[in-house]
């Protein structure tokens, strides 16, 4: 980088650190209350809205999207890596931003692989946070770990396709302003059982309100719903589609846009999971200096100590092997110069958020389970990543391929 690119990404953090600190984290509680009432599935607290104006009024909006890209604002993906870490700290942050999953995956994919005519049609909403949408992978009824397993249908009739199949986990289908599904689904037909087995499956842009789709619920992770957001199991019975508007790059070609996917959203996740980790360090350390137990603070016992040691040194460590990876990432143009990287990262990272943040709960004793800090839903959402995107089981055995 240029002084001057070096300047001006300075200035961007500080300015999203401010940000973070002074009004998305205090705003937290608000948001979390209004989620609680009123009709918490169709409405969104007007709390985010006022973030949002304010992230683009500081110019905070849009980061994410890489450089030559609609929306970009120029920053590379090392350069997002720092500000996803901020971003993290606050659980409401990445939206404020317009930076947060499934949305930033969907706009790259769209921006990347989708035609003239499908960026015309979702990008410019999506970018200016008028909508949200959703990446529907998962099923219950296959390991999806293998995801060469998916059997969600897409058979071609004309100029249409007609999708049946069940998907859950689908972050952001509950939300009321969801509109656009990107499902992944397997060709049918004697000739695609013929293909190699990672080219019969094929991606496809679903309006979220077409005829046939059914939201059957919203799925809790360790009790919590994240409404008004959600993660939802969703039915398609028969559900049809228009062939130009919807098939994203290519028949047969679902896995490569998943990889090119794959990689810049596993940064994203994981400097958003240290961020979290950060501020759930940062409690341990102030909760261990004010807790007295057995006549001294807690931080003079050595068993704290030792924890908030072991925490440094584990968040450095993974923090130096993420920034590696995404300059990977940008030095060979993709995923697939970083593919052993990225396995790394998607298994150290999520390890180490949820040890973090468990010692942190271990300190703050009956509160750390409780609502009255963020420690216990940090938790629940850092061990549900080392499943999301593929369990460590999957990601590790990559890392022996080379």
């Known amino acids: 980088m240029t002084s001057a690119e070096e300047e001006k990404q300075a200035h961007r953090l500080r300015t999203l650190e401010a940000f973070v600190e002074d009004e998305c984290i205090p705003?937290?509680?608000?948001?979390?209350?209004?989620?609680?009432?009123?009709?918490?599935?169709?409405?969104?607290?007007?709390?985010?809205?006022?973030?949002?104006?304010?992230?683009?009024?500081?110019?905070?909006?849009?980061?994410?999207?890489?450089?030559?890209?609609p929306g970009t604002q120029g920053v590379s993906v090392s350069q997002y890596a720092a500000l996803s870490e901020v971003m993290g700290r606050s659980t409401i942050a990445p939206e404020a931003c317009n930076c947060s999953a499934p949305d930033t995956g969907n706009m790259e994919v769209l921006a990347q692989y989708g035609s003239a005519a499908q960026q015309a049609a979702w990008l410019p909403d999506l970018l200016e946070g008028r909508i949200r949408s959703a990446f529907l992978m998962t099923?219950?009824?296959?390991?999806?770990?293998?995801?060469?397993?998916?059997?969600?249908?897409?058979?071609?009739?004309?100029?249409?396709?007609?999708?049946?199949?069940?998907?859950?986990?689908?972050?952001?289908?509950m939300d009321p302003r969801c509109r656009l599904f990107i499902v992944m689904g397997r060709m049918e037909g004697a000739e695609w059982d013929a293909r190699p087995i990672h080219q019969r499956h094929t991606m496809l842009l679903v309006p979220a309100r077409s005829p046939g789709v059914t939201l059957e619920r919203a799925l809790e992770v360790f009790g919590y719903d994240d409404a008004p957001h959600g993660h939802a199991e969703v039915t398609l019975r028969g559900v049809e589609v228009s062939a130009d508007a919807a098939l994203l790059l290519g028949e047969g070609r679902g896995f490569e846009i998943a990889q090119g996917r794959l990689g810049p959203g596993r940064v994203h996740h994981c400097m958003r999971a240290l961020g979290l980790a950060e501020?759930?360090?940062?409690?341990?350390?102030?909760?261990?200096?004010?807790?007295?137990?057995?006549?001294?603070?807690?931080?003079?016992?050595?068993?704290?100590?030792?924890?908030?040691?072991?925490?440094?040194?584990?968040?450095?460590?993974?923090?130096?092997?993420?920034?590696?990876?995404?300059?990977?990432?940008?030095?060979?143009?993709?995923?697939?110069?970083?593919?052993?990287?990225?396995?790394?990262?998607?298994?150290?990272?999520?390890?180490?958020?949820?040890?973090?943040?468990?010692?942190?709960?271990?300190?703050?004793?009956?509160?750390?389970?409780?609502?009255?800090?963020?420690?216990?839903?940090?938790?629940?959402?850092?061990?549900?990543?080392?499943?999301?995107?593929?369990?460590?089981?999957?990601?590790?055995?990559?890392?022996?391929?080379?």
Not at 34 to 54: D, F, H, I, N, Y
């Open 27 to 69: 705003a937290e509680r608000v948001k979390e209350i209004k989620a609680r009432t009123g009709s918490r599935w169709s409405e969104v607290p007007a709390v985010m809205e006022q973030l949002k104006l304010r992230a683009r009024a500081l110019g905070l909006w849009n980061l994410f999207m890489p450089p030559g890209h």
């Open 139 to 173: 099923e219950p009824e296959t390991a999806s770990s293998d995801a060469t397993n998916i059997a969600c249908r897409i058979r071609r009739f004309g100029d249409k396709y007609v999708v049946t199949g069940r998907k859950w986990w689908s972050t952001g289908a």
């Open 279 to 402: 501020r759930a360090l940062t409690a341990l350390v102030r909760r261990s200096r004010e807790r007295i137990a057995f006549g001294r603070p807690l931080c003079d016992h050595d068993m704290v100590r030792r924890s908030i040691a072991d925490s440094r040194m584990e968040l450095d460590q993974a923090r130096h092997l993420v920034l590696d990876c995404a300059r990977k990432l940008e030095r060979s143009g993709g995923a697939k110069g970083a593919m052993m990287e990225v396995a790394m990262i998607k298994v150290v990272v999520p390890n180490v958020a949820c040890a973090v943040i468990d010692r942190a709960i271990q300190v703050h004793g009956g509160m750390g389970v409780c609502q009255d800090t963020f420690l216990a839903a940090a938790y629940a959402h850092m061990r549900t990543l080392r499943i999301a995107d593929g369990p460590d089981e999957v990601s590790a055995p990559v890392v022996l391929q080379r």
